[in-house]
């Protein structure tokens, strides 16, 4: 008899936090993780405090933010040290079997930080001595060797066409039917923990002709464009999209087709979650399996004028987040109600102490997440990202860009875009103290109680040659 629920880790890789059908977005459809909402409960406020891949899939592992865990930026060989606990290998030690499918971004890319098992689709990223992933070597197999990516479409480009080969050769698709065969081959005798990881909607915006078509009468919304724009320095995040991925050039008609390929991605995810959970309610495991749905960070998609990460604004950091319970969940004991909604500011580090808690693990006393049943609720938080700073409360939002000194204040509730700077219209001083005290003895950006500037090079700026991160043959 096992008295511990599995526990289902889904997740994405750039799904904003407002692309849901059940949040109000008006193109959007995902009426798989809509039914997990209803059956679960939803975070309208959960952020990646460092939106770029390695740091976020970093902190969720092992429960600290970027000061905890010394990582403040994508970093391409950044390990995780071998004396810091994870939660695969934590759950591990408590009688869970643990296997990751899909995108894990680790280095080495082999190496299973406590994992039993791995099945990886790394987004043809050959590093540190690795020859092919799984997903490669399985099409390689199908007789497809050299045309996996052969659609020509950059891993972080701004430009789109639909998959090109048999759609069940997909990522998405392969990472939904190796879940299910981890499910037909695990051990039946032990609770399991899967970290199932898309790695769409992240470019290439490859989506399937069949989900493309889905949306193709669906009216696509503007992105968002702040009035702070034209009234001063443009911090430096904005710009960089400029300068190393020239979004700046791309027309009107060619944007929109992006986000409706983007768009596409993230309803062929929501159908193949609808594949594997019912793989699961006719193996008679759904009921017993503890469910949790989020991003590792969003995507600008335009607002602002840019594109991709690395941003505290809400399209890059604010991502979706899902948790439905297993039968046996306690609702009462933890003052959850079914479809509950919550809005009190949660950080993706905060996943590891959570599940440690599901799965009646120890929680590593040193770390900074805080499981979401423990009634501790942060009155702010905090994130940074490559010398940008943010604080929120759930309602206001203060960023701070080193870069020029520039501040922003925005009123998430009137103003969810952030499309007013209210740091004129709003006294920022409390803002600012309130990210001085976290920052002080952290960051040398603090300096005689101060934020520390650097200069800022003006609107202008040339294009980097940087551009190409596309893969090619890979015989």
């Not at 009137?414 to 803002?431: G, T, Y």
């Amino acid at each position: 008899m096992i008295d511990k629920p599995n526990i289902l880790f889904i997740s994405s890789d750039h799904h904003r936090g407002d692309c849901l059908s059940v949040s109000g977005h008006p193109a959007v459809m995902t009426p798989q993780l809509d039914q997990l909402s209803f059956e679960g409960v939803r975070f309208e406020q959960a952020y990646s405090t460092c939106p770029t891949c390695i740091p976020a899939r970093q902190m969720i592992m092992t429960g600290h933010d970027s000061y905890g865990f010394g990582v403040h930026k994508y970093i391409e060989s950044t390990r995780i040290p071998k004396e810091m606990p994870t939660l695969q290998g934590l759950l591990g030690g408590t009688g869970y079997q643990t296997q990751a499918v899909g995108k894990m971004h680790l280095f080495p890319q082999r190496c299973c930080y406590g994992f039993d098992n791995m099945i990886i689709c790394e987004e043809g990223r050959r590093l540190e001595g690795l020859k092919r992933d799984d997903y490669e070597w399985e099409l390689e197999e199908k007789g497809y060797q050299g045309k996996i990516w052969a659609h020509g479409v950059s891993n972080n480009q701004a430009a789109f066409r639909t998959w090109h080969l048999p759609e069940e050769l997909h990522s998405t698709n392969w990472t939904a039917r190796e879940a299910c065969k981890f499910f037909e081959r695990r051990d039946p005798t032990k609770p399991f923990f899967l970290w199932l990881s898309f790695t769409k909607p992240h470019p290439p915006y490859v989506p399937p002709l069949a989900y493309w078509e889905m949306y193709r009468d669906r009216d696509i919304p503007m992105p968002a464009r702040g009035e702070w724009l034209d009234e001063g320095p443009i911090p430096m995040g904005i710009m960089d999209s400029w300068s190393s991925r020239n979004v700046d050039l791309v027309d009107e008609q060619i944007r929109f087709n992006i986000i409706r390929a983007y768009y596409a991605l993230i309803t062929q995810i929501d159908f193949q979650i609808g594949f594997v959970l019912g793989d699961l309610r006719e193996r008679g495991l759904l009921e017993d399996t503890f469910i949790v749905y989020f991003s590792d960070h969003g995507d600008l998609m335009w607002d602002h004028g840019a594109m991709f990460k690395a941003a505290f604004y809400d399209g890059a950091a604010r991502v979706p987040l899902i948790i439905r319970p297993h039968k046996g969940f306690d609702w009462q004991k933890h003052s959850w109600r079914r479809a509950d909604v919550f809005s009190s500011p949660v950080a993706l580090y905060d996943l590891m102490p959570t599940l440690l808690e599901v799965g009646g693990a120890d929680i590593p006393p040193d770390i900074e997440g805080l499981s979401i049943f423990s009634g501790r609720k942060r009155n702010y938080l905090f994130g940074d990202c490559d010398g940008d700073h943010f604080v929120t409360d759930g309602r206001y939002k203060y960023l701070w860009h080193s870069a020029g000194g520039i501040e922003q204040l925005f009123d998430l509730r009137d103003d969810h875009k952030e499309e007013h700077n209210l740091i004129d219209s709003l006294d920022p001083k409390p803002w600012r103290q309130r990210l001085i005290s976290f920052l002080k003895d952290k960051d040398p950006i603090v300096q005689n109680n101060e934020l520390k500037s650097t200069p800022h090079p003006g609107n202008t700026f040339s294009r980097e040659r940087n551009g190409w991160h596309a893969r090619g043959a890979h015989y």
